[in-house]
């Protein structure tokens, strides 16, 4: 086995997560594809670590996920507050910038 | 799970070069489809639950390759923070908003769909074209030299805390403000001062002081304990006060009769 | 006129001069700022003012007489520098000569008295006392315009008097003949103002100053070009035709009529429309030099008098035979002065008797109007002599001055003019003086017509009017001008005392012995001119019943006068339509043209973003599938240009 399957698994779970941001409604599920992003390129990250013999890799993918944590706690307190005002956490509702 | 764990553990502790062992193949070829197959079926599901497990799914997987590419601790920090953390987070903000508010997977937006899958394949294709273009033979090399034997969670601390120390204070400056920005943004300004007990008390006195003691709880002397079985008087008389209002639609009172059944109608 | 000409400072009671100017300016300051508590004693202060800037003028007037002749005549008093910017000086200076103080008595004397006439005339109206404020402006206007040193402090007296002008024949704007008639003053002024304005910049250019001595020195040194001089003398003859009515700026005396009565006697009658001769005698220096515009004066003056008295003979209403009649006797005015040098001193000579007898007859149909219910239709008059004895004794006095019946103050001026015209000499001198003979015959004509129809043969006046003499406030003035219609012309013609007085002024005055006619035989001629057009128009008019409505069936002489002339159709017909059509085309063209191509491109623009908007659906999803199209394009990019 070669250590560029792991590359190509990213690449294609980057992919599945960036349809599924394009296809799905429901602003939580949008966000969970968003995290399902950030991991594939976290597969790539510790990935090329391991093809560079470094750490840097490693310790970049560290960082993504501590910003991914705050990211994910500011953008689900945005989509509490936008359901409390809208009843509906539809991404498709929240089209104000509309022409 | 058990075996995934166990094939786990086994890569994890054969792995410890560079080139890929057998063990790692096995592992590879057995997570890379569950993986590749939970995170279609995320996007897929009608459910938002479903899907949250199903990401949970991938994410154990992704934090397995982390232990055979010798990543140790960001294994255990995948697991902790994504799927302890950040999933449990979005499990309970689904529960806030409502959990049978199933996504109808008719598309509104015209041609969408559509576009999406396509330029998304194509996009797989172009990167998977272009990684293999890129790397043709390439010989990893391994973190083992950059670990010097100290063993990756010390190695990783001595770059975190040195190399990387100001990058480190800024996440730690970006934590404490995602945490401020999520209280501000959920805290709700109560648009008049709550009214206290002591305050309460007073209204129902001047109202004429009927109900002095707390209502009668629901369910007494009943094959049920729902909210919507009353309560029964020391008479065997039932106590409307017992139910909520709005709750007193029906009017057969099965769970009443079978009540008065059991205990005899002193009437 | 001296060679060169200087002013003397101001000394002693001269420096009394800025107060003929300010007493008036602060009349009309007060009565037009101080609102309804004015009320009670308005029309008091308001004929207070002119009082006192006369009994001024007097004073200054003995004084005068008191200097030697010559230069210590003219007295220049400094009142403030108005635009000290670097090489550019204007300064705000009264300048006291013999011709200025001439007008400041004719103004301040004849509109005293037409002040007083006021408080009677106008005691009925609710706005009296806006009335005097507004004269008492135009009294402060016209004494800063006869009293200015240099042409932009005239050019500000002039405007002045255009203003009060504009604001006294509309006084009853509520009539839309009135606000009509004000704003066709103001407009046809303008034309003449435009010319004048002009001709203080090109005498600006020409000399470097706006100062009456400096232009004149200049213009009588002969260093400017001649061609200059004539378009200065042009100029400044298109700014007195504005203001004096004369052709082919005479359309709007005959409208501001409208204007309550002492108005018409004082504005447009005495003093402002004789601007334009004041103007014209001021800059003899400049006609000196420029003799194709003095002709232009002549053939102005001597086209004017003709058509005046012709539309003068045709109209029914008794002003507007009055404004003809001033228009005509204007362009006596403005033929004496363009007559040139000697002859200065007889226009204004005119001008001052004219001042008299005019405003006198307007002030006596002032009060014909009065007492026939403000009629001032001709023919609903007749027989008025025996109800209203002072006032048609009153007009009398006017009548047999402006025909120049011996010994009334009309025959000593007109005559002189005639004279003056005729001594020119040649076909010139021959032609201007026919015209002025038949232009005396033709005042006789409708002066004895407006007579015959207002105060003699029988009643036409409807039974509910009572017609009776005015009150004394009103008869007093009346009878002061009536007497100055008799004794004027002769006190200021004995022993050439006017012509002494003006010399420092305007020039010297004609030299005796070299008339082309004698002076007697030509009073003989003239006066048979008179008395065949006085004849004529009693045989006419007063022989025959006067029909209530003006016969339709006349002759095409008739109609024209009747038309003025077709004075408003030609300015209709040669400015106005063409005007329209050109605006209407140029609306044409920046409605299609500029504004077809401005709201063609915005339409363009408009129309393709309408287009484009539909791009921002507002859907979220949206934007990220063009994001992710633009991923995939970018990363194609480097792919392609790895490869490549």
Known sequence: MRVDYYLYLSAVLFTIGAVGVLVRRNAIVVFMCIELMLNAVNLSLVTFARMDGNLDGQIIAFFVMVVAAAEVVIGLAIIMSIFRSRRSASVDNANLLKY | MTPLALTVVAAASSSSGAPATLHEAVLFWLLAPIAVGAAIGMVLARSAVHAAV??????????????????????????????????????????????DSTDSLMETLHGQRFAATVIGLGFAVLLVAALAGALGSFH???????EAGKGNVTAIAEQLFSRYVFAFEATSALLITAG?????????????????????????TARGGGEMAPLPGPGVYADHDAVDTPALLPDGSIAPASVAEHLQISRAKPHVDVAEREIGNPR | MTSTTHYV???????????LVLLPTVGAAVLLLGGRRTNPWGHLLGCAMPILSFVIGVIEFVALIGRDGGQSRQLDQHLWSWVPAGSFHANVNLLLDPLSLVFVLLITGVGSLIHVYSVGYMEHDPDRRRFFGELNLFVAAMLLLVLADNYLVLYVGWEGVGLASYLLIGFWSHKPSAAVAAKKAFLVNRVGDVGLSLAIMLMFTTFGTFAFDGIFNGAASGHAHSGTMTAIGLLLLLGACGKSAQAPLQSWLLDAMEGPTPVSALIHAATMVTAGVYLVARSAAIYDVAPHARVAVEVVGAVTLVMGAIIGCAYDDIKKVLAASTMSQIGYMMLAVGIGPGAYAIGILHLLTHGFFKANMFLSAGSVMHGNNDEVNMRRYGGLRKVMPVTFACFSFGYLAIIGMIPFSGFFSKDKIIEAALDKGGFEGGFLGTIAIVGAGLTAFYMTRLMAMTFFGVKRWPKDVHPHDAPRVMLIPMAILAFGSLVAGYLLILGGSLQH????????????????????????????????????????????PIPAEPPTYVTPATKAARASLYGDAFNEGVFMRPGAYLTRALVFFDNRGVDGLVNGLAALVGGTSARFRRLQTGFVRSYALSMLAGALALTATLVLVRVG
Request: hydrophobic share 60%.
């Open chain 2, 54 to 99: 199903l990401l949970a799914v991938v994410m154990l997987s992704l934090a397995a390759f982390y232990t055979a590419e010798n990543a140790p601790f960001l294994a255990v920090v995948q697991v902790v923070v994504y799927t302890g953390a950040v999933l449990m987070l979005f499990l309970f903000v689904l529960m806030l908003i409502g959990v």
């Open chain 2, 140 to 146: 990893p090399r391994g973190v083992g030299g950059a």
């Open chain 2, 180 to 204: 401020l920005g999520a209280m501000v943004l959920a805290h709700r300004e109560p648009l008049q001062a709550r009214r206290t007990q002591q305050e309460r008390m007073r209204e129902r």
């Open chain 3, 9 to 19: 400072a101001a000394t002693g009671v001269f420096h009394l001069t800025f107060l």
């Open chain 3, 501 to 544: 007085f003006l010399t420092p002024a305007v020039g010297g005055s004609v030299e005796v012995g070299a008339h082309t006619i004698s002076p007697v035989v030509l009073s003989l001629i003239t006066l048979a001119v008179v008395a065949g057009g006085v004849t004529s128009a009693w045989y006419l008019v007063a022989r025959k």
